[in-house]
């Protein structure tokens, strides 16, 4: 295993998240960014019948392909207007198979030539740069600044410019984002829209987190903000109802770039590649998304207060025992995120793939290094702990475990390491 981390492949990372608790059993998993299956229990068959006396068909058209847009878009178009903001049209609503292959479909259509480039933060989603790279779409990422997004924004664009290449596509998540927690102000997010506006670059919005904020206003998504046509919202079902239904959408905007009838062509694009890729989203999993919406009027507010209040506990737990056990190291330090599933922390070392597996087999928990989801080595000194599927008594103690790990490293380490850790990226 060690010597396929060390590669820190798109595909290597992917198969370790997914797999990382069945690898190492004995340990407390604080790196999988998974909801909670507490409340898995909650989905029944009756979701099933709710849809099938709905639209009015038999158990039998749920077994046969279905329409390759979607079944439910009129559902999700509805829920993401109630429960998001976002000015969502079924007519111009796509639902996939997960937010996965949303980002898939959209990358290669927006990047179909050599010169074109989808930008991204770093770290970002290793999903996104992973899809990216299986279509064979080139990525830049936008080089750490600070808070200053914007003018990494346009360095990194002109940049590309210089070089004859074509940045078309920019892929954020501006709510609690994976894997550093961060989220994007308004101010943040409204300049974007401009810097891209004036760029013709679309923007990938993708939204997995929204719904779980803890603390704090809401900032509207910047699907909800875009008046120039420059965003598709993506989102997905995955955190709000379970991983397995893998239901998720790509909302277009009204125009693109004030063009109607290039986001109509988009759509029909995006609907013919689906149809190469999956044939279609299965109509029985969006039959149990569209009879939970059903029952609950579009809305997963009442739905996902359980975990909500579960998640907000845990990241309260995660936060002082952060505290009891690192605060006396003044070159060690994380974020209180306002929501979502991590939190980010910076060390004084490099913590690779090797540290991973030391921590896991020696110490009984498993963190993620920020450098999997880096482009560069400017994150090798972080690492990203998720909060959202452990137990709170194995929280603390998983901290406790990552606080004899970092105390070993720090009492064996050279003056050489232990330098000033690499400036922590807001990206």
């Known amino acids: 295993m ?12 992917m198969n370790f998240l997914n797999e990382v608790s069945g690898n190492f059993p004995d340990a407390i998993a604080l790196a999988a960014g998974r909801p909670t299956e507490r409340y898995f229990g909650r989905l029944s068959s009756d979701a099933l019948r709710e849809a099938i006396d709905h639209y009015g068909c038999s158990t039998t058209q749920l077994l046969q392909y279905g329409r390759t847009a979607g079944v439910i878009n009129t559902l999700v178009a509805t829920q993401l207007r109630r429960d998001e903001g976002v000015p969502a049209d079924a007519n111009r609503l796509i639902i996939t198979a997960g937010c996965q292959e949303a980002i898939a479909l959209c990358l290669s259509a927006l990047c179909p030539r050599p010169d074109d480039v989808a930008l991204v933060c770093n770290p970002t989603y290793i999903g996104a740069t992973g ?12 080089p750490s600044a600070g808070d200053d997004l914007i003018t990494a924004l346009e360095q990194c664009i002109e940049q590309l410019r210089l070089e004859r290449r074509c940045p078309r596509v920019l892929y954020l998540i501006p709510d609690f984002d994976n894997p550093t927690g961060r989220t994007l102000s308004e101010v943040q997010r409204r300049a974007v829209l401009t810097t891209c506006e004036r760029h013709r670059i679309v923007i990938l919005e993708d939204n997995p987190y929204g719904m779980f904020r803890y603390e704090g206003s809401p900032i509207p998504p910047m699907a909800a903000l875009d008046e120039a046509g420059c965003v598709i919202y993506l989102s997905t079902y995955s955190k709000t109802i379970c991983p397995a239904v893998r239901v998720g959408s790509a909302c277009l905007p009204h125009t693109l770039f004030g063009d109607r009838q290039a986001s109509a062509k988009l759509f029909q694009e995006l609907t013919e590649r689906k149809s190469f890729v999956s044939v279609n989203t299965s109509p029985i999993t969006q039959a149990i998304v569209g009879g939970i919406l059903l029952r609950h009027d579009c809305s997963l507010r009442d ?7 579960l998640y907000a506990d845990n990241r309260e737990v995660m936060l002082q025992a952060l505290k009891k056990q690192f605060e006396p190291h003044p070159d060690i330090s994380w974020n209180r995120p306002d929501g979502g599933f991590f939190l980010s922390m910076d060390l004084p070392f490099r913590f690779t793939a090797d540290a991973v597996v030391e921590c896991a087999t020696r110490f009984q928990v498993i963190v993620m290094p920020l450098a999997f989801f880096a482009l560069d080595d400017s994150q090798d000194r972080r690492i990203r702990l998720a909060f959202s599927a452990v137990d709170r008594d194995d929280i603390a103690s998983g901290v406790a475990s990552l ?5 070993q490293r720090l009492e064996s380490m050279g003056t050489r390491e232990r330098e000033s850790p690499v400036a922590a990226s807001a990206l």
């Open 2 to 13: 060690t010597a396929i981390m060390q590669t820190y492949s798109h595909a290597a990372v």
């Open 403 to 407: 606080s004899r790990y970092v105390t």
């Open 131 to 142: 899809a990216a790279q299986a279509c064979g779409v080139a990525i830049k990422a936008i």
């Open 303 to 309: 739905w996902i207060r359980p975990t909500v209040d």
